[in-house]
């Protein structure tokens, strides 16, 4: 709890559907390096970080689990219902193979007979029968969920049957109409799918788990009457009764942590609001640009930012903006007379620049996916492209590579991505476009374009990760691989 209350600044706001992750960890800190039955010394500690959505948008959209038929997560008899070090390490192979075919997630069955259903990747497995039946599986290897037994109480208290027993795959998947993974962090995730071998079991529906979860969350937030004593009050995440001198600031014994404030992106205006120069981007394009004219739009964009950095790296920027939009005209072209249309991929979408520059060089039924991972950026960036009137080519998806892999495969139709632009966090380029190799996303036939080039603002590259793109690029054979 005083983990908690010391931190209590970084709760995120009430709605926003993030949370307090609390982890608390043991380990032997005493003087040995063999093994040895009892440590002599051991030291305990907490650790509290606010945290999203585990499996991002996938709580709503759903999500696609592969059965996983040459690992095992948990062997009999071992630590596999223990959160000990380790225990979520055998899944990151099997779950990194699963993302490279397209799925989001694995599916265990047990270790000895590959025949029950043991857990998702990080999750428990929880079903709604076709008969209204709550199950879930009952092993001595899997990692009991709080939130699991939470969902099974709440089940019981509508007059479900709640069954805890194991569940053999073949013969009852077929009777479950609502598959969903549950955990602390992932709360309730629909499932969509789960594939084992060549068969795909489909699950269209998600209302009663849907219904369990709002139930659930309702509780926590403190909407609901919290009739079992689950929840636990600390202490108030904003204490108004202060003035605004008090608290005095935090002091972060962290090195390297510097806050939004300090990075220039965000201005605090007060309590209430945040106010940052995107959001004075989007004011000065929305009340100086054209409606429907995306020319106007990239002019005031230029003006907006050459105003503010007095000019720096506007020539380097201008001669990027048209390299650019000379490889996407050339990537048209080749398809012209083609059946399928053209698609393109932007790999950090910030306020939307490149997306136009992108759009409008394409033809009807063209087709470009940006992926941002900061909210605010995306949300600026959908309004300026829709002020643009380009709405109906460009998707802006929040997320990274790694967590939207299944949306971005499926949005490419599963087919090698025209043209790509790497204009995110450089220390990701090599290992993104590395996954996105390996899910064929990216092929010899794909044009690719970097950018290493600092702006007014940036922090110099270091030179490992440098040598690590430039070694990258020089050994691909992309129909284009080249640093603007």
């Avoid at 038929?69 to 008899?77: I, Q, S, V």
């Avoid at 998947?173 to 309730?188: L, Q």
Wanted: proline letters at 4%; aromatic letters at 8%; glycine letters at 8%.
């Amino acid at each position: 709890m005083e983990a908690v209350q010391r931190n209590k600044e970084f709760v995120p706001p009430y709605g926003n559907n993030a949370s307090m992750y609390v982890r608390p960890l043991l380990f032997a800190s005493g003087q040995m390096l063999g093994l040895a039955p009892l440590a002599s010394e051991y030291t305990f500690f907490v650790t509290v970080l606010p945290a999203g959505g585990y499996f991002g948008k996938g709580s709503e959209v759903g999500v696609k689990a592969l059965v996983s038929t040459n690992h095992d997560r948990a062997a009999p008899k071992g630590l596999g219902a223990v959160k000990a070090a380790g225990n979520y390490a055998a899944d990151l192979s099997p779950v990194h193979g699963a993302h490279a075919q397209g799925y989001n997630t694995t599916l265990y069955l047990d270790a000895k007979e590959r025949k029950y259903v043991e857990e998702f990747s990080v999750c428990n497995f929880v079903g709604i029968t076709k008969d209204g039946r709550y199950i879930t599986p009952k092993s001595d290897t899997i990692l009991q969920s709080t939130t699991n037994i939470m969902l099974q109480q709440l089940a019981r208290d509508r007059g479900m049957i709640v069954e805890e027993r194991p569940i053999d795959f073949q013969a009852e998947i077929s009777n479950f109409k609502e598959i969903g993974m549950c955990g602390t962090a992932a709360v309730v995730v629909k499932v969509n799918s789960i594939r084992h071998g060549d068969t795909v079991y489909d699950f269209d529906d998600f209302d009663t788990m849907a219904s369990l979860r709002s139930e659930l969350t309702s509780i926590q937030c403190g909407e609901l009457e919290d009739k079992h004593g689950w929840m636990k009050e600390i202490c108030d995440a904003v204490d108004t009764s202060f003035s605004e001198e008090y608290p005095p600031p935090a002091v972060s014994l962290a090195p390297g942590m510097v806050t939004a404030e300090a990075k220039g992106t965000v201005q605090k205006m007060g309590s209430e609001a945040m106010h940052g120069l995107e959001r004075s981007l989007l004011e000065h394009v929305v009340s100086t640009a054209q409606p429907g004219n995306p020319d106007s739009v990239i002019a005031a964009m230029d003006a907006f930012w050459n105003k503010t950095f007095q000019a720096q790296g506007a020539q380097k920027w201008n001669v990027r903006g048209q390299k650019i939009e000379e490889k996407v005209q050339e990537s048209v072209q080749l398809k012209a007379g083609s059946a399928h249309p053209v698609r393109c991929l932007e790999m950090g979408t910030y306020c939307g620049y490149s997306a136009l520059r992108i759009a409008r060089n394409l033809p009807e039924g063209g087709k470009l996916l940006s992926v941002e991972k900061d909210e605010l950026f995306a949300a600026i960036a959908t309004k300026i492209i829709e002020f643009a009137g380009l709405d109906s080519k460009v998707k802006i998806w929040m997320g990274t590579v790694h967590s939207e892999l299944v949306n971005i495969t499926d949005r490419m139709e599963r087919q090698p991505a025209d043209f790509v632009l790497v204009d995110h966090s450089k220390e990701r380029y090599v290992p993104d476009l590395k996954l996105l190799e390996d899910c064929g996303v990216i092929d010899k036939s794909t044009t690719v374009v970097g950018d290493v080039e600092v702006y007014p603002g940036d922090e110099r590259l270091p030179k490992a990760i440098q040598q690590e793109i430039s070694e990258y690029f020089s050994d691909r054979e992309f129909a284009l691989a080249s640093m603007v």
